[in-house]
């Protein structure tokens, strides 16, 4: 039979320590739980129940947004704006073509309007009283439709969308035949002929 050489005490050593390294990795202990902190002084007594939980917040209900209407002047008709015309007639004074501060306000209002809807061809349509000759109620017609189309031109509408023309004292507005009819009578009035 054969026998072992005996080890050598320095390789002794070193098996001894590599046993006990490899123990000791083997054999760790568990990392140590913190314990929970205690609370606050004076918050809590022994027995007493923890606070309630805050309330939920209110959510504000969702309200979905109106829905965009129609503009409804330009889903009208020509018949139906012109039956009830957005733009306002300018008035002058017996025998005049003047456009006077209250007529410069109305065209102001009406400038704005075509500015607004921008595709509107518009007649500018000059009106007298039945005083005066039908000719000279004609020319003086043309003066007052020409008169309120010079003016909105100047405030930006392009010339192009306003026409004019005169009927004199051919259709009155108000049948009667006094100062108050007559008043009425004596204007520019516009008709939209294309939107």
Request: glycine share 6%; net charge negative; proline share 12%.
């Amino acid at each position: 039979m054969r026998t072992r050489p005996a080890a050598s005490p320095a390789a002794l050593s070193i098996l001894v320590v590599l046993t006990m390294v490899l123990g000791a990795a083997c054999h760790r202990s568990a990392a140590p739980v913190p314990r929970p902190a205690p609370p606050p002084a004076g918050q809590t007594s022994p027995g007493a129940r923890p606070p309630a939980p805050p309330e939920p917040v209110a959510e504000p209900p969702i309200v979905p947004p109106e829905p965009a209407r129609e503009d409804t002047i330009a889903a009208a008709s020509i018949d139906d704006l012109n039956r009830n015309s957005p733009l306002k007639p300018v008035f002058f004074d017996y025998d005049s073509s003047e456009v006077d501060s209250t007529g410069q306000g109305a065209l102001d209002a009406d400038a704005a309007v075509l500015k607004k809807y921008s595709s509107w061809s518009v007649t500018i349509e000059g009106h007298c009283d039945e005083r005066g000759t039908a000719e000279y109620n004609l020319a003086l017609g043309e003066r007052r439709a020409v008169a309120a189309r010079t003016y909105l031109v100047s405030l930006g509408i392009s010339a192009d969308r306003l026409r004019t023309v005169s009927y004199g004292k051919e259709f009155p507005f108000d049948p009667g035949h006094d100062e108050a009819a007559w008043a009425k009578n004596r204007r520019a009035h516009f008709v939209i002929t294309a939107k």
